[in-house]
Each structure stands twice: as C-alpha cells, then as structure tokens.
Nanobody
Framework: QVQLVESGGGLVQPGGSLRLSCAAS????????MGWFRQAPTKERKLVAS???????TYADSVKGRFTISRDSAKNILYLQMNILKPEDTAVYYC???????????????WGQGTQVTVSS
C-alpha cells in the first residue's frame, strides 16, 4: 500500500498563485511516474501534469507556461506550482503515483484524497 497526502489547496484570486504538495509514504518501492490530475464539477478527471522517474514531464496544453511540476525524490514529495491562476483552473486536484511494490515488484497505481483549488474574485 502507498499513501498519498495532498496539501496546499485553497481560495485564490485570478492571477494569483498556489503550490500543491503530495507526500507519498508506505511500500513505495520504485516509482515510475507521478502526476497531478484535476476534476471540475460535472467534468471528467484530466491530467494536469506528470513527471516520470527519468524526469520526462508532460503538461496539459491549458496549463503550459503557468504551472510547473517538480519532485523531491529523496523525500518522495511531488509539487505543483500554479501561477497566473484562472477561474477555469477551479477543480479538485488529485495526486497520482504509479510504481512497483517494494516487496513483490507488482505494479501499483494510487490516488490521493484530493485538494480543492478555487480561483475566484
């Protein structure tokens, strides 16, 4: 089992910034990729940004140039720096981790509980 704890969400005005964090713990083993997804009311959950173990980074077109994903591999913490926030960025943001179990080497895919980000004046 891998546990993910997200933090950093909240209410911010348009043009503002927030930094999300996701701390992974448990039988982490080998992490292959971590990412941030978001889900707005009545919408599907979609990828925001992801980073692989080889530091390959992918961003959704809607956040390119505004959001930056990074990680602290030693501490197993994932970050998402969000700048120039827009009302359409309002959503619940979820952390995701994919890897291989430390004991069995079986693949895993876990989600955090989500953190609300609201962009409004």
């Amino acid at each position: 089992q891998v546990q993910l704890v997200e933090s950093g969400g909240g209410l911010v005005q348009p043009g503002g910034s927030l930094r999300l964090s996701c701390a992974a713990s448990g039988r982490i083993g080998r992490i292959r990729a971590m990412g941030w997804f978001r889900q707005a009311p009545t919408k599907e959950r979609k990828l925001v940004a992801s980073i692989t173990s080889s530091d390959t980074i992918t961003y959704a077109d809607s956040v390119k140039g505004r959001f930056t994903i990074s990680r602290d591999s030693a501490k197993n913490i994932l970050y998402l720096q969000m700048n120039i926030l827009k009302p359409e960025d309002t959503a619940v943001y979820y952390c995701n981790v994919q890897g291989n179990n430390a004991v069995t080497s079986r693949p895993y895919d876990f989600w955090g509980q989500g953190t609300q980000v609201t962009v409004s004046s």
